[in-house]
């Protein structure tokens, strides 16, 4: 017997964007796009610029209708030249524009490598010029979009220092936190994961000025025997293990990072504080992965209240495999985290 | 239609061109970036100048001709060797020098050395990067700008001829000719990137020719005649300006000295530098110009190097007077909010440290 597959295997398609239920909910990806629709209709220096951003809609429609409001002026499709994208980004940002530039997926910003840690992190420190850019596009796996598709760059980048760094799970901290960085000053990278796009949905704020500060993490489930610190899609499976944990009476608490750079430390250790476990969950690399980096600080700044040593949940740093099976086995999965909470909840 | 051709020489006397004021003026820009060039090279032999020196000399005739159409307004985006461009462009000794020598009144105050320089809020120049052409899809951002907002401002980069063979490079030109942006693609072919010769680095005869494949004109010009220079560079610029769109100059020389203060550059013949240095000075043959048209004689010619020979002493003097930033400013300046750029930085640090 077939079993259905999901159209689109990277997670695009031609479907439209889709519009908010009448009750107000929105998906992530409608919340995205109203994050940039608003701002770009609140200031004229706001302008995009990507592949097939334009007359296409994009390749996961976040700009559909984009053009036919703001015109080609403000919505430029570009050649396929990432490198020229960014460098196009800090040479208006610096003329005084606020450019957004869309990767078609994230894994191409690679592409851009350059121009983004060498040009775009480093113009401030040197010369005080502010550039308001903001770089975004769709990264993560959970898609079976196989190893140039499914990439989490956010280490590489959180690296180059002078970019912050943004990876939201809800569709209200997508819009909050889209529209904080296109109002920051600074270089921002916006990385919007692939599998939330039409699969998380929620009531979104609707008021203009409804922002999220960058660098601010929440607690998306408070409990009190471990702490499962998080960002990105891996929130929605930590819920999911917290859940599945209730019902043994373990009380697993999620911090969901949303910045990843620079990060909030305050609310990790606050939660760690309570519940004196961690278990530092990532969807990026485990060596040299965002997960590395929240594991140290609470072990420096936070081991006279652990009760238990800090635990890292993260893939392998191989590429992203395409079989069902094998990228599942790669990515940490609800029974996954749910065995680590457990074992650490022992001690 | 694009074109790309070699310049011919112009016809007629330096006066056809310019008053005898910016001619004086030019010669005074020539002199002066040979001089520095010279001195600072001097002082980091002695040991007296802390990290890496990149000389242009032998190039001045592209980096002061270029420069010369552009407004204020517009903007430069050079690289490590364009430093005359640079100063021709408005950069102020004094502060090119705190920066050679790690000051706070350097224009990154500190946070970069030598000629990784430039002044974005007064004389538009790009604040160079070693990643060449890193600043090339940048020019495209700052003409795109210009484009957007409908100002006729004009944005010229520079690179050298090893950037060419930079992927980055042909993006750009793409980009600009796609877009018809207001942007000027000067290449100064100085024949060498570090070791590399041309013939090693591209496989049609010249650079310019390449401007054919993106459907813009381009030209290459003799870079020891400033005024060559200069009018092939303001027929870009006036046409960039115009709505024409973009356009490529190739200005050929000879890299004098090694890629960096520490090569010797024995890897480029001994004939064509004596060629070079003796028949294609650019410096010295506008000076020999203007003596034999009677623009300047040999007095002036010693009170212009007078003046530059005073102008160095003053900015050495100012440059070793600028204290060195406090060191525990290091991580400051990173993000805007943290306001080190908009407020006047800590001046304890020490005037001496080694």
């Known amino acids: ?305 652990l009760d238990a040593p800090v635990v890292r949940l993260s893939p392998p740093n191989v590429p992203v495999p395409f079989s069902p099976t094998l990228e599942d086995a790669f990515l940490p999965s609800v029974d996954d985290i749910v065995g680590e909470v457990q074992k650490l909840s022992a001690w | 239609m694009a074109t790309t051709r070699t310049r011919e020489p112009a016809e007629g006397t330096s006066r056809a061109r310019f008053p005898d004021d910016e001619l004086k003026r030019i010669l005074y820009l020539l002199k002066l970036c040979r001089y520095f060039d010279e001195r600072i090279e001097a002082l980091y032999r002695q040991g007296r100048l802390p990290g890496a020196i990149y000389s242009g000399r032998g190039q001045e005739g592209t980096h002061v001709g270029v420069v010369l159409p552009l407004r204020p307004d517009d903007s430069l985006f050079p690289t490590h060797r364009d430093l005359s461009a640079q100063i021709t462009k408005g950069l102020d000794l004094k502060r090119v020098m705190a920066q050679f020598w790690g000051r706070i009144d350097g224009y990154t105050r500190g946070r970069d050395g030598n000629s990784h320089i430039g002044d974005w809020s007064g004389n538009r120049t790009w604040t160079v990067m070693s990643h060449l052409p890193i600043a090339y899809p940048v020019a495209l951002g700052a003409a795109q700008a210009y484009r957007m907002r409908g100002d006729d401002k004009v944005a010229m980069a520079i690179c050298g001829d090893g950037a060419t063979s930079n992927g980055r490079w042909h993006e750009a030109l793409n980009w600009s000719a796609i877009a018809k942006l207001p942007v000027v693609w000067v290449v100064n072919n100085n024949r060498y990137a570090y070791s590399t010769p041309n013939e090693l680095e591209f496989p049609v005869p010249t650079i310019a020719e390449r401007a054919a494949a993106y459907a813009m004109p381009g030209v290459r010009v003799d870079g020891s005649d400033v005024l060559e220079v200069e009018a092939a560079a303001r027929e870009a610029v006036e046409r960039a300006r115009s709505g024409g769109g973009p356009s490529l100059i190739e200005s050929v020389s000879l890299r004098w000295r090694g890629h960096a203060g520490h090569d010797p550059a024995k890897y480029v013949p001994k004939e064509l530098l004596d060629d070079h240095m003796g028949q294609k000075d650019p410096v010295k043959n506008f000076e020999q110009r203007l003596l034999g048209e009677g623009v300047v004689d040999e007095d002036e010619v010693k009170e212009i190097q007078g003046r530059i020979e005073r102008e160095f002493e003053e900015g050495y003097e100012y440059a070793l007077a600028s204290p060195f930033p406090e060191p525990a400013d290091h991580a400051k300046g990173l993000w805007v909010e943290d306001g080190y750029w908009t407020s006047e930085p800590g001046r304890n640090g020490p005037t001496e440290y080694s």
């Open chain 1, 1 to 305: 017997m077939s079993q259905r597959v999901e159209a689109g295997a990277a997670g695009h398609g031609a479907e439209p964007r889709g519009k908010r239920t009448e009750d107000g909910q929105a998906t992530y990806l409608i919340a995205i796009a109203e994050g940039l629709w608003e701002e770009m209709e609140r200031d004229e220096r706001v302008f995009m610029l990507g592949e097939d951003i334009g007359v296409y809609g994009g390749a996961f429609k976040v700009t559909e209708g984009f053009l036919d409001r703001f015109g080609s002026q403000r919505v430029i499709d570009t050649p396929i030249a990432e490198e020229s994208i960014v460098g196009m980004a800090i040479g208006s940002a610096m003329e005084g524009f606020r450019p957004i530039a869309e990767f078609q997926y994230a894994d191409f910003m690679t592409s851009g490598f350059d121009e983004i840690s060498t040009a775009l992190a480093r113009v401030h420190y040197r010369s005080g010029v502010p550039l308001p850019v903001v770089l975004r596009g769709p990264s993560g796996g959970m898609v079976r979009a196989s190893s140039f598709h499914s990439i989490n760059p956010e280490p590489w980048f959180s690296y180059a220092g002078g970019i912050k760094v943004i990876c939201p799970a809800f569709p209200s901290d997508a819009k909050g936190l889209i529209k904080s960085a296109i109002r920051d000053d600074n270089p921002c990278m916006f990385l919007e994961h692939k599998w939330i796009y039409r699969r998380i949905r929620e009531q979104v704020p609707e008021e203009p000025d409804f922002l999220v500060p960058i660098s601010s993490a929440a607690v998306k489930r408070e409990g009190d025997d471990v702490s499962i610190v998080t960002y990105g899609a891996m929130v929605h499976r930590a819920l999911e293990a917290a859940d599945a944990l209730a019902k043994e009476d373990v009380s697993a608490e999620v911090v969901d990072l949303r910045t990843v750079y620079p990060f909030d430390e305050e609310t990790v250790l606050g939660s760690i504080q309570k519940t004196s476990r961690a278990l530092v969950l990532s969807e990026s690399y485990r060596f040299v992965g965002i997960g590395a980096e929240v594991a140290s600080t609470i072990a420096e700044k936070a081991f006279e209240h």
